[in-house]
């Protein structure tokens, strides 16, 4: 097998693993392929590199900066998320729809916060969709407050 060939081989594969990283990101293949492809390249403008004791220091030196270049890549395509996970204590002064009716004293009441439906207590019983607001949490639990006027009370079993 001659360099170029082996040149071509690595430019093929350097593709295929590229295309495999587009269909399935965050794999970290881009510092492998690319790497790949700029020594393929090589081969194939210089053909007796490949197969000399050169080969694995040029492709040391290109693995730091490809790492560097990728590294960079990613964070500017993906910023960094905030977490996606809700705390309790967050919960506090956010304003909800009651879905189930919301009586003193127990959990049964669920109140919708966003997209998420928590059990909700109050002092009060709040009718189903009234607005409330969170006025304490307790675990997986939050304890409301009716916004505007008080409508009929309800009656809790």
Known sequence: MTGAE??????IIGIIMLMAE??????????????????????MIAPDILLSWWSPIIAVILIVPMT???VRMYQRLSPPMPPTTTVATSLIGQEG?????????????????????????????IPVGAKVIVVDSEGVHVRVKQIGEASTPVECM
Not at 6 to 11: A, E, P, R, S, T
Not at 101 to 123: E, F, M, R
């Open 97 to 125: 729809v009651v879905m189930t009716t919301v009586c003193p004293g127990n959990l049964k009441g669920k109140v919708k916060i966003k997209s998420d439906i928590w059990s909700a207590t109050a002092d009060q019983s």
């Open 6 to 11: 082996l040149g071509l081989i690595m430019i």
């Open 22 to 43: 587009i269909f399935a990101p965050g794999a970290f293949m881009v510092v492998p392929a690319t790497v790949l492809i700029v020594l393929g390249v090589i081969g």
């Open 68 to 70: 560097l270049i990728t």
